[in-house]
């Protein structure tokens, strides 16, 4: 009994310990980003005196932050959309149909997953010039072609603990297989889209790579896209820099914390279908 006690007690502290480290950077950034320049280099992890609020207001103005908040909501939104939407259609197509080729396509995109974008990347922006479409369509319709393999993979393991039972009775009801996909299957995969959308915002949100090679015009830029452009100019200012990046990452971390009851049940009932 001493020696189980002993191990609670150890991972108690290691669970502890690994929160703090997690939860480090963020308290850094966040503590520093009310700080005045001179309070921010005399001691880092040491709380502000006085919450120096202006250094949010010039990060504002300096990050273009509605102009660059709304395009970067924009492309996020639109793609979250658009791959849940495909990927959902493709895995019930792929989970209800039992054929050989159903089974090797679905492969095909759970290995598509295993390839890193780097090794694509100059060819498809070099494809994508030619037609012109290196715009935020553009980049909306590459996050689709990289994103829905992850989504595949996680509605196909859904889509396994619906019984298809369901869909031969909205079958003889009448019902056609998009309405029986649109009206039944898609309600009842709402935990799966809780955590493709969880994981596909905080990619997409903070990507930056991406966005780097597609977008050109200034007023298109994306929030890492003026996070980098801002760090550039205010280098030594390390005070504004962490509240533009304090800026940046609030809406993550808000939408992440009022979606991780769902996505922690979403993941254990995936886990248990697979």
């Known amino acids: 009994m001493r020696k189980v006690h002993v191990q609670k007690y150890l991972l ?3 669970g502890i310990v690994l929160s ?3 939860i480090s950077p963020f308290y850094i950034i966040l503590v520093n980003s009310f700080k005045t320049k001179l309070e921010l280099f005399t001691n880092t992890l040491s709380l502000p005196k006085s919450l120096m609020l202006d250094n949010y207001k010039t990060a504002a103005a300096n990050l273009n932050l509605s102009e660059a908040f709304s395009n970067t909501l924009i492309i996020t939104v639109f793609s979250i959309l658009i791959i849940a939407i495909f990927s959902s259609m493709t895995a019930y ?4 149909v039992k054929r050989k080729s159903s089974v090797i396509i679905y492969m095909i995109f759970t290995v598509a997953m295993l390839i890193p974008f780097q090794s694509v990347m100059i060819p498809l922006v070099a494809e994508f010039g030619k037609f012109h479409f290196l715009t935020r369509s553009g980049l909306v319709f590459m996050y689709l072609g990289f994103g829905s393999s992850l989504g595949v ?3 196909y393991g859904a ?7 369901l869909d031969e009775a909205a079958l003889i009801d009448g019902c056609s297989r998009f309405r029986i996909y649109w009206n039944i299957i898609l309600p009842l995969l709402n935990p799966t889209t809780i955590t493709l959308a969880v994981l596909d915002i905080m990619w997409i949100w903070n990507d930056y790579l ?3 090679l597609v977008i050109n015009k200034v007023g298109y830029r994306t929030l890492p896209l003026m996070i980098f452009y801002f760090f550039s100019q205010y280098t030594k200012q390390w005070n504004l820099g962490m509240a ?6 609030l809406p993550v971390v808000i939408f992440y914390f009022l979606a991780q009851r769902k996505l922690v049940t979403a993941i254990i ?3 248990v279908k697979q």
Do not use: M
Not at 159 to 165: A, E, F, H, Y
Not at 244 to 249: E, M, P, R, V
């Open 12 to 14: 108690t502290f290691l």
């Open 20 to 22: 703090l480290l997690w």
């Open 269 to 271: 009932a995936g886990a």
């Open 159 to 165: 889509l396994k603990g619906i019984p298809t039972s």
């Open 93 to 96: 197509a792929l989970q209800r």
């Open 210 to 212: 991406l966005p780097s």
């Open 153 to 155: 993979f996680l509605y």
């Open 244 to 249: 533009g990046l304090t800026i940046a990452i």
